[in-house]
Structures are given as C-alpha cells and as structure tokens.
C-alpha cells in the first residue's frame, strides 16, 4: 500500500477548512434538491405560482364584468371594494388587511405584485400575491411558515449539526496525533527503550518531532547500555580486587596472629596487636565489598521458598555467635505464612547481618526477637535486640556504607555495612529497611513483597 504523504501544519488547517467550506455547500445543495423534488411532487408551489393563479382569476373576472364571491385563493389573497370604497369581501382579516389596503393605495399604478380588477358598477377587486414558494396544502400553510423559511432553517441547523460533528471529528483526529507524541515522552520517561515510535502521523512539524524523540531513544538505549556495561565491568573488577586483596590479607593476619602467640616486647605487642587489628577491619571492608557486588551483579535466579524453614536454617548459622554472648534467639511467626519469590541467599545475607548487628549490641545474657508476619502485598522480617537502641545520628546514618558508630554505641565498630547490604536487597525485593526504637532496644525491620519482586 502507498504510503501517504505528510502535509505541513498550514496545509492540514487549509485542507481541513476546505472540507468544511465542501460541506456546508453540499448541505445547502441538497437543501435546495429537496426543494425542487418537493416543487415537482405538488407539496410546495413555485414561487410565482400565486401569481399565476391570480392571473387565471384576474382574467376570468375582467371578462365577466362583474364580481363573483366564489373565489377559493389558496396562493394569492383578494379584497373587493363597493364603488363608495368599502370593503365588500376579502380573503384577509384583521390588521393584515388594512395593512394591504394602505399598501395598495393608488389605483392607477402597476404593481409587481398586486392588480386591481375594475368592474361596471364602479366595484373593484385587488389581487395580491407573494413571490415564495409556499406548501400547496392550506393547512400547513396556516400552521408553516412559508417553505424557503422552513428549508433555510433546515439547512443552518443542518450546518450547525454538522459544524459541532465537524469539529469533534477533527479534534478526535487531531488529538490522536498529538496523543502519539505524548505517548512517545512517556515511552521514554518510563525508559521503554526498545519499542520504536512511531514516526508518522501525516504533517510534517508532527514528523519531525516524533522522529526527534525516536533519535532521542535511540541514542539513550546506546549510552544507557555502554553505561551498564561499564557498570558491569566496574562491579567485576572491584570483585575481583577484593578477591585478590583478600590472599595477601589473610598472610598478614595469619602472621600477626602467630607473632601475638610469641613472647614479645610490651611495645612490639602493642604494635603486632594494631596490625593485627588494622587487618581485621581491612578484611571486614573487604568482604562487604564482596558482598556488594554479588547483590549488584545479579546473578541471582528468583525462587520460591518457605519461609519457616528459612529461619530454621538462618538459626543454625546464628545460633553459635549467641551462644558466645550466652544470648537467646527467639522466633515468633504464624504457621500459616504463605511461601514467597525472593533471591534466596541475598534475603538470607541480609537477615544474618542484621542478626549479627543485634548479637554485637545485645548485652551478655539477654535475648534477641526474630519475627515475620505479611499480608496480602508485603512480608515483614524484624529483629529486635537488647542493645542501648540507635543515637538520633545513627537513625539518619546507619544504613551508609563504612559508616562508623558514634560515642553512643560501644567503641568505634563499624555496622553500616550490614545495614547497607540489608538495604540493597529489601530493594532488590521492592521493599524497604526500617530502623527503629523501642523500649528494650533497637529494632530493625525489612520488609520485601510477597506478590512480585524486581528481576
């Protein structure tokens, strides 16, 4: 099929016009051809039909000489006048007749529309007539106006109609192209990049700007996939430092690890003590890194999973750091929690370290709460420690990457990372992290959805 060729903005409204000019003269038309059908089938009379029934009786009565009261106008009207001037007879009444009669004073002048019959006995008749085309039958003629009013007023109610439909349709039409722009910007707002727009609407300025915005998408999907792989590449590279970081680490440690076991100087211990530290911490960075950048490499397949046997595995592996603070780990969950869709080892990450966090802030002896509740659109995971709670520095600040807790927490850990990897996979499960206070301490919640999760 060919393609139709596209217009400019001043040629759509030009052509738009002209349709509109077409139309208004095909309606007067074939007002006029219902006119002339109806004048052909005896409904209306012809304009100058009256006054041609007026001649028929102009000239009947001239050659009798005489006035006979037998006239049945239907298209014309008379008056007759005694020889005084009286009026004797009429087919008009009321002010329409002395409105004739002060019309058609002078006896002596031709008019174009009425004649004055003279007779014998000094009597007279006028005969009027009107040049329109009026019904032939005399009670819609009585109850109508005449029949070019009635079709005049068809046709411009006819227009009318056909402006107001004229105007929706173009608005609709118009509205259709501009809706393909606005479709177009919302394509790319909600980075729907692969789908093409369309590019052709038949006027050109329309063209032109939907064919800007598919260059636009274009040239997004290309940089947002060179910055995606760059991103890629970046992330491996960062894991695989921390991987090659993580060999000579572990050399440092082992050895000040085997040095501190030796007999060693009080200063010498002091300073095995603080590599032996230093490294620690190095090591701890390092495996957050680590972590990190599983989560953002997304390797990770979805899975269905129970979430009571979760927690049975999540305490085996816990189980043992409390035990080391003789803390208690205690589970509260209904036995009818529904299965969900999640990463399975990120989610598990995630509840370890902030099970871990509570085990570092939860006085010796005390006990640690792990709970999980949902509904229909969210399940909630919250562990609540018997820690000194969060300062209002760390409520702001905990969830930050190697942020370092302030005067209000026991020494100068740090417990970001654990946050912040806890963090990344409630948002990787369209969900949120939530910290908290309460009476016994701190309370840290992580709630993912239980309909869909973000692939």
Known sequence: MEKRKAIGLKGYFTRTLLLFFVGIVVIFALAFIILFLCMEAGVIAPANAGEREARVEIDRQSESGMFTNDLEPTLYDYIYFDKEGNVRASSLEGSTLSQEVSRYTAENVTYGTGVY?????????????????????????????????????????ASVLFFLLFVRSMGRKLGNKLALVENASKQIAQQDLDTPITTSVGINEFNHALQSMDDMRSILKDTLIRQWESEQQRKQEIAALAHDIKTPLTVINGNAELLLEDTLEEKQAALVNSIFSAGMRVQQYVGALQQVSIIDMDNEVMETIDIVPMLGELNTILSPLAKDK???????????????????????????????????????????????????????????????????????????????QDTSRTGSRNYGIGLSIAEKVAQKHSGQLFLENTPQGACVKIVVSSKQCRQ
Request: glycine fraction near 4%.
């Open 117 to 157: 019959v003279f007779y014998e006995d000094g009597s007279r008749c006028l005969f009027t007539w009107r040049y329109v085309a009026s019904f032939t039958n005399p009670t819609l003629q009585n109850v109508l106006p005449n029949a070019e009013l009635i079709m005049l007023f068809l046709a411009v109610m």
């Open 326 to 404: 003789s803390i208690s780990l205690e589970y509260v969950y209904s036995e009818n929690l529904r299965p969900i869709m999640v990463y399975p080892s990120m989610l598990a990450r995630a509840l370890i370290n902030i099970v871990e966090n509570a085990i570092r802030f939860t006085k010796t002896g005390g006990y640690i709460t792990i709970s999980a509740c949902q509904n229909e659109q969210e399940t909630l995971f919250s562990v609540q420690d018997q820690g000194p709670g969060f300062s209002k520095t760390a409520i702001h600040h905990a969830k930050e990457m190697f942020w370092q």
